[in-house]
């Protein structure tokens, strides 16, 4: 923590929880993009506040997993209690620290309906981002009160003034209300602090009534089970009590109570307005479910606190293990990360070419990649996943209705009266000068345009109605590199809508590969058709015989591909000295064909479907 | 033989034999090979074990019959305490590196060795390989009086162009001529040609196998060019120099030689190798591909006797210095268990004319059959009548039928 030294906290003493007046609490949270510095931010705070000594100070000390810090994105939110004094007595901010990503929608609301203010946090160098202006409409929405801040104002490139008529443009007031800080050498920070406690209005709550407290986090620790973060409304929680989840009705017993400051530090319980952990010893995240409400079995609240739903898989893929022998590892390793992500859902499913591996449903496409990635990374998998899917609804003439999340369960045989899929409110943010280019790419994946905002001078809203399935299907990849990564993308649920929709199924030899299956629009068949086809020719080697690759909509076939022949394969001489390198040889290459997978006759090797999915596509080599 | 030797047990100091190698001795095929590792210039393509005389350390060419009769009764006297009773050698063949670098009378020395040592059977076949370039009128008649029956030259190519590529030395002029002397001296006659060198075209192997046949040799060995990790041409290709040789042309080539040889009346009986008469086959080369037994003189030379295989060290001052001290100069060997020796039997068997007993293989391995004939690999009707027999797609793809055959 090279430029940050000694910081002795203003407040000497400490409130203590379930004594404190709620009017000297202030809860609050911090809305920025990915990479805008809210975790440098963050740790700015605990020091100056002194929660964290500069000795113990790690960055971003708040962001534990890994991942997340590499990404520099928040996954797991978490609640820091602060001492703060101003000139009229001490206060204890609670800092609940949110997720930024959109796929996170969900728990994001949950962590702002926490609060009752937010700190909107802006890269002055960069400005508002797609993603900020979402929670930012979410915080507005929950009437949460707004202190605008722009931060890295130690950048060269930091334009604070462009900037903060930006911010004052979006949320009204004046530039001059916009706070300038640097995270990183904590400028600013201080009155930040003191404008939290001046603007962000205290919690109300009746303390008389039962207890009502809305869980906004739940997490796994692999020692503790579940810790639960909860936001206190109504009543009050102690130690030793025995709670209730409304949802479920499931009652537990409070093995321990308290605040994170930031390590835990039981307490004698919790009051109105405050915010804390609860451990109960339950080991699954499922039953402590972020929205949920908990109160006293003893005496139950009547009602729930509103706003509960349950996480929703919006995102679908196959997981497999590269190594089938790794397949109970596979298993495991997800049974593990259930217990701390509630909305992760699995099944198992067997695919012709990929073998034994589960189907899972995802929030969307970053917390497919998380999830991906903790896998490989946190239990040392390697793993293989197909293309992602989306939900459709599918109508058969029969008026028979099938949900289909995965190609293979698209109805086969029987002709299709309509299919419906998923869309998206699609919000993409960009400079002026990419409008062209972002219209273009929105136009050739099925978007409607909805309208455009201008943002300040020469930045861009563009809103769109488009196909979910177009969105997972590359198109953030796309989207960044075709505006040099200045884009930012954001999208929300907007129903279904019906759509001239095929299952285009690719075939070797007259047998389907199920893992290269896919749900696409008519109009794009013959395209997707042609390049699996073309990679596939690239990747399998060549056969005893010609092998035919073809994609085919049902029963016609709409592009099609040979694989040659081998024409040849031996060794030309086999004299004395030849015979033991020629036996270790055949052993060796049978060895090799234990690894590879059969579709009908043809054998491919695993990583040619590997390749082929993940559009590596380099010339074959040829196995000899 | 390659350069590369395989990983396997160490040798036995004292070359012993077990018991068993030597059972049914009498009623086996005895093949002698020697080795001669000499050179005078390297080709690109080889990775034989052979030395320039730029690249050996103190050996000398002329001590070299010397050893190679010091090896051969070290295996009289091995043969004789593992009790296999002296018997004559059935064949006896010359490889190299090029053994005609020797002078005609070191050679004569080494045949008279083996002679002297074990017999040599009425008849027996008696190969030396010879390079156009390094025999002479007089030398292979030299040859012939020594009991030489039999001269394999490596011709390679008609064309200068890629004989260059190749890096061989002779001029293709000179192959009338050295065939003629050959027959004048009474030797039987085999010519050696490569296919797939790069750069050559359909018309230039159209015009080696023209002048090959021109010559009216007895017998005729047609390679496929491999390009062995560690030669010079490996190199030159990886840096571009060279191109790829490419499998689909070498396949077209290798049906171009087998019908130009068929209709001047040779026909194949293994998968390189094709003769004017059954007469005409290497007996030798037969031994190797029918599981018979050979002991192998000379350095990095295989042997093998029932079931045992062994090898010697590579380089030739390594094995002098093992032979001098008395020991054995192998440095590695296996014995061959049962199943071992099956799936070598397949994979040489298969590639014979003759083809390979049904009954060498497990149920999988028969079941397999079908598909081969499917295929177009194997031939229906010899199948039927119980042997494997490799169709001409099949013979090129002779190592794909064997890993059918033996599928596990």
Excluded at chain 2, 45 to 56: K, L, R, S, V
Excluded at chain 2, 359 to 368: K, N
């Amino acid at each position: 923590m090279g430029e940050w030294h000694d910081m002795s906290p203003r407040a000497s003493q400490p409130l203590a929880p379930a004594a404190t007046d709620p009017s000297r609490i202030r809860n609050f949270c911090i809305i920025a993009h990915i990479d805008h510095g809210k975790s440098t931010l963050a740790d700015r705070m605990l020091q100056i506040t002194g929660v964290v000594s500069d000795r113990d100070m790690r960055a971003q000390y708040l962001d534990r997993m890994d991942i997340e810090r590499e990404r520099g994105i928040t996954i797991k939110s978490q609640a820091v209690r602060m001492p703060w004094a101003t000139a009229d007595g001490t206060y204890a901010l609670n800092m609940i620290d949110t997720p930024g990503h959109v796929d996170f929608t969900y728990e994001v609301s949950r962590s702002l309906a926490a609060c009752e203010g937010a700190i909107l946090l802006v890269d002055a160098a960069q400005g508002i981002e797609a993603q900020t202006l979402a929670n930012l409409y979410l915080a507005l929405d929950n009437d949460l009160e707004i202190i605008p801040v722009l931060n890295k104002i130690d950048l060269p490139a930091a334009d604070p003034e462009k900037y903060s008529r930006e911010l004052a443009q979006l949320i009204g007031g004046s530039p001059d209300d916009v706070l300038r800080v640097s995270g990183k050498t904590g400028e600013g920070v201080e009155a930040l602090l003191d404008r939290v406690v001046e603007r962000i209005p205290a919690p109300v709550g009746d303390a008389g009534a039962p207890a009502r407290a809305m869980i906004f986090d739940s997490v796994y620790d692999s020692y503790r089970g579940v810790v639960t973060y909860v936001r206190m409304v109504d009543g009050r929680l102690q130690p030793r009590e025995r709670i209730q989840m409304m949802s479920t009705k499931a009652t537990h017993d409070i093995l321990e109570i308290g605040v994170s400051s930031p390590e835990p530090t039981p307490s004698q319980g919790l009051g109105v307005g405050e915010v804390g952990y609860l451990i109960t010893g339950v080991k699954d995240v499922r039953q402590s479910k972020v929205g949920d409400t908990v109160t006293t079995a003893t005496k139950p609240a009547a009602d729930a606190l509103p706003g509960y739903t349950e996480p929703l898989p919006m995102v679908f893929s196959g997981i497999y293990p590269i190594d089938g022998s790794d397949y109970p590892d596979l298993r495991d390793a997800l049974d593990k990360l259930k217990l701390s992500d509630a909305a992760l859902n699995y099944e198992p499913e067997t695919s012709v070419a990929l073998g034994f591996g589960f189907r899972c449903g995802f929030l969307g496409l970053l917390h497919l990649e998380i999830v991906t990635e903790r896998l490989q990374r946190e239990f040392d998998l390697d793993l293989i996943t197909t293309a992602p899917s989306v939900i459709y609804e599918v109508t058969t003439e029969d008026r028979k209705r099938h949900t289909v999340t995965n190609p293979s369960e698209f109805p086969t045989g029987t002709k299709i009266a309509a299919v419906e899929e998923p869309t998206v409110k699609a919000s993409i943010l960009a400079p002026k000068d990419y409008v062209g280019t972002i219209m273009e790419l929105c136009q050739s994946r099925r978007g409607t345009m909805n309208g455009m905002d201008y943002l300040g001078e020469d930045r861009v809203e563009l809103h769109y109605t488009m196909p979910l399935g177009e969105i997972v299907f590359d198109f953030f990849d796309q989207l960044k590199s075709r505006t040099q990564g200045y884009a930012s993308l954001d999208y929300e649920p907007a129903g279904t809508q019906e759509a001239d929709l095929v299952k285009v199924d690719i075939l070797l030899q007259g047998e389907t590969v199920d893992a290269f299956s896919a749900i696409v629009h008519r109009d794009k068949a013959y395209a997707y058709g042609t390049m699996m086809t073309e990679r596939l020719r690239k990747l399998i080697p060549r056969q005893q015989f010609e092998v035919p690759i073809q994609a085919a909509i049902g029963a016609r076939i709409i592009a099609r591909e040979n694989i040659r022949a081998m024409r040849k394969d031996v060794l030309a001489k086999c004299y004395g000295g030849d015979i033991t390198r020629k036996r270790k040889l055949l052993e060796k290459q049978k060895e090799g064909k234990k690894r590879m997978k059969m579709v009908g006759r043809v054998e491919v090797p695993q990583e040619a479907f590997i390749a082929a999915l993940s559009g590596d596509v380099e010339s074959k080599k040829d196995k000899k | 033989m390659p350069s590369a030797l395989p990983i396997a047990d160490p040798a036995p100091t004292d070359g012993l034999l077990p018991a068993s190698a030597v059972d049914g001795w009498a009623d086996r095929a005895f093949g002698v090979y020697l080795h001669v590792p000499f050179c005078r210039v390297r080709c690109g393509y080889c990775d034989f074990n052979t030395y320039t005389a730029e690249e050996i350390r103190g050996v000398r060419q002329s001590d070299y019959a010397g050893q190679a009769l010091a090896e051969v009764g070290f295996a009289a006297r091995v043969l004789e305490r593992t009790g296999a009773p002296a018997r004559p050698a059935s064949t006896v063949f010359f490889g190299g590196g090029t053994p005609t670098i020797l002078p005609a009378a070191d050679l004569a020395e080494m045949l008279s060795g083996v002679r002297g040592t074990w017999g040599i059977e009425p008849g027996a076949e008696v190969t030396t390989e010879a390079n156009p370039d390094s025999v002479d009128e007089a030398s292979l008649a030299a040859l012939a009086d020594a009991g030489f029956t039999r001269v394999s030259f490596g011709m390679q190519s008609a064309v200068p162009r890629v004989l260059a590529t190749l890096e061989r030395t002779h001029d293709p002029e000179r192959i009338p001529l050295v065939v003629r002397w050959a027959r004048a001296a009474g030797l039987q006659v085999s010519l050696d040609l490569i296919y797939g060198t790069p750069g050559e075209t359909a018309a230039d192997w159209q015009r080696s196998l023209d002048l090959a046949l021109e010559q009216q040799p007895d017998h005729l060995s047609a390679y496929a060019l491999i390009v062995e990790p560690g030669t010079k041409l490996a190199r030159q290709i990886a840096r571009g120099e060279v191109p790829t040789p490419d499998d689909d042309l070498a396949a077209d080539l290798y049906e171009q030689a087998d019908a130009v040889l068929a209709s001047a009346g040779f026909s194949w009986y293994e998968v390189s190798n094709w003769a004017r008469e059954p007469a005409h086959r290497s007996r030798h080369n037969l031994t190797y591909w029918t599981g018979q037994d050979w002991w192998g003189i000379g350095p990095g030379a295989h042997s093998h006797v029932g079931g045992v295989r062994w090898w010697n060290a590579k380089h030739p001052a390594a094995y002098a210095e093992r032979l001098a001290r008395g020991e054995s100069p192998a440095v590695g060997r296996e014995t061959l268990d049962p199943d071992t020796r099956r799936v070598e039997d397949v994979l040489l068997r298969v590639r014979l004319v003759e083809g390979l007993p049904t009954g060498v293989l497990d149920d999988a391995g028969r079941l397999a059959i079908a598909g081969l004939i499917a295929d177009g690999l194997v031939e229906g009707a010899a199948a039927i009548a119980g042997r494997v027999v490799l169709t001409l797609r099949g013979r090129l793809l002779a190592d794909a039928v064997v890993r059918r055959l033996l599928p596990e």
